[in-house]
T-cell receptor, first 118, second 113 residues
Framework: AQKVTQAQTEISVVEKEDVTLDCVYETRDTTYYLFWYKQPPSGELVFLIRRNSFDEQNEISGRYSWNFQKSTSSFNFTITASQVVDSAVYFCALSVSPNTGTASKLTFGTGTRLQVTL | NAGVTQTPKFQVLKTGQSMTLQCAQDMNHEYMSWYRQDPGMGLRLIHYSVGAGITDQGEVPNGYNVSRSTTEDFPLRLLSAAPSQTSVYFC????????????FGQGTRLTVV
């Protein structure tokens, strides 16, 4: 069975601070995929990034960066110079690749609520 | 481009009533799924479908029914609503390949009284 743990329930920062959201996953599969989604106050879920288990390269996209470490089963998300618009709930999710090669079920963490204030 | 469309956005039901949450996607995605979101629980998978005519249970299927007669539509039926089914429901779709992101609908906030 798969499991995703986001131990930080809520984080509050002041604008321009850097913040890291932690994600730890568990799976016995050797091929798996990790995702981050953002849920702003309006409620929709917005895809941010995906990473497969064979690609441990970190990624940077503007103020966002992701650190994938298989050795610690972590896929952490850092926002640099946070802004009020970053206030949202962030979900980390995991899927594994079944032998059929079809898309697989997503297992979500419980989410981290980020509040950025002026 | 509409993406994934869910209706209704809000619904209040009385205990014991039945209803259908509608979900439609226009991206020709093979894979569709329903999740429920509860405080402190993240999103949990209710049912999913890998193509028309094929459905399967997720983590929390009890009290829900699905069918998939077309690629575009994946309705979720509540057979006899219970207060424990008060939640926000999300429909999602994706291509039927690993490593593809899911696209989510706007969500349906359901209250059962």
């Amino acid at each position: 069975a798969q499991k995703v743990t986001q131990a930080q329930t809520e984080i509050s920062v002041v604008e321009k601070e850097d913040v890291t959201l932690d994600c730890v996953y568990e799976t016995r599969d050797t091929t798996y995929y990790l995702f981050w989604y953002k849920q702003p106050p309006s409620g929709e879920l917005v895809f941010l990034i995906r990473r497969n288990s064979f690609d441990e390269q970190n990624e940077i996209s503007g103020r966002y960066s992701w650190n994938f470490q298989k050795s610690t089963s972590s896929f952490n998300f850092t926002i640099t110079a946070s802004q009020v618009v970053d206030s949202a709930v962030y979900f980390c999710a995991l899927s594994v690749s079944p032998n059929t090669g079809t898309a697989s079920k997503l297992t979500f963490g419980t989410g981290t609520r980020l509040q950025v204030t002026l | 481009n509409a993406g994934v469309t869910q209706t209704p956005k809000f619904q209040v039901l009385k205990t014991g009533q039945s209803m259908t949450l509608q979900c439609a996607q226009d991206m020709n995605h093979e894979y569709m799924s329903w999740y429920r979101q509860d405080p402190g629980m993240g999103l949990r998978l209710i049912h999913y479908s890998v193509g028309a005519g094929i459905t399967d249970q997720g983590e929390v299927p009890n009290g829900y029914n699905v069918s998939r007669s077309t690629t575009e539509d994946f309705p979720l039926r509540l057979l006899s609503a219970a207060p424990s089914q008060t939640s926000v429901y999300f429909c999602a779709s994706s291509y039927s390949r690993p490593y593809t992101e899911a696209f989510f609908g706007q969500g349906t906030r359901l209250t059962v009284v």
